[in-house]
């Protein structure tokens, strides 16, 4: 089920980024990326902790999700300071 799921939204993504935003190749691996980041991420990883740790896994997807933010904000940072000289 995970697989279906996984291909579903890789193709909606994709065809969204590349015929929407025009941005051709990089859409395609983009929407390969996101995909991969919203289904395998999170299903995994319940898996691994429901099933292997026999542990809740809330605490590490609070850590996971708040160093991800911190990781995306400062590339944004550093690319508004990048290309703003």
């Known amino acids: 089920m995970e697989a279906i799921i ?3 939204l890789n193709l909606i993504v994709s065809l969204i980024l590349v015929t929407a935003l025009q941005i051709g190749l990089f859409g395609i ?8 980041f ?3 991420i999170w299903w995994e990883l319940y898996v691994v902790f ?3 740790f026999k542990r809740s896994s809330g ?4 850590s996971y999700i708040k160093e ?5 904000l400062t590339t944004i ?3 508004s300071i ?3 000289k």
């Open 38 to 40: 919203c289904i395998n």
């Open 68 to 72: 991800s933010a911190v990781c995306i």
């Open 6 to 8: 996984e291909a579903f």
């Open 29 to 36: 691996l983009l929407g390969t990326a996101i995909s991969n």
């Open 50 to 52: 429901k099933f292997g």
């Open 59 to 62: 605490i590490y997807f609070f």
């Open 82 to 84: 990048w290309y703003n």
């Open 77 to 79: 940072i550093i690319n």
